[in-house]
């Protein structure tokens, strides 16, 4: 029975930290300014999918594999990686 509080207070422990540290990651630097809208990579289409479903028009979705290209062997370009 100790064993399992023990446990437990870690687990809830370390899933805070994830959550803080996820709240402190989005900076200003993420945020279009002008549309004050959070931007989004998704490397394949269903995430892409997903994200533009579940955010609707609060978020700025962009789609880094082209279409028909696999995620297996795709080399992302120099622009889109500084673009991330």
Same mark, same amino acid.
């Not at 029975?1 to 422990?13: A, E, F, H």
């Not at 490397?43 to 962009?62: C, K, Q, R």
């Given at each position: 029975?100790?064993?399992?509080?023990? +446990?437990?207070? +870690?687990?809830?422990?370390? *899933?805070?930290?994830?959550? +803080?540290? *996820? !709240?402190?990651?989005?900076?200003?630097?993420? /945020?279009?300014?002008?549309?004050?809208? /959070?931007?989004?990579?998704?490397?394949?289409? &269903? *995430?892409?999918?997903?994200?533009?479903?579940?955010?609707?028009?609060?978020?700025?979705?962009?789609?880094?594999? &082209?279409?028909?290209?696999? &995620?297996? !062997?795709?080399?992302?370009? &120099?622009?889109?990686?500084?673009?991330?």
């Amino acid at each position: 029975m100790k064993n399992k509080k023990i +446990i437990y207070t +870690i687990v809830t422990t370390v *899933l805070a930290g994830v959550l +803080i540290g *996820l !709240f402190f990651t989005v900076s200003n630097q993420d /945020l279009d300014v002008e549309n004050n809208k /959070l931007k989004v990579a998704a490397t394949i289409f &269903p *995430l892409y999918d997903i994200v533009s479903n579940v955010a609707g028009d609060s978020v700025d979705v962009e789609l880094l594999l &082209p279409s028909g290209a696999s &995620p297996h !062997f795709y080399e992302f370009t &120099p622009r889109q990686l500084a673009g991330l």
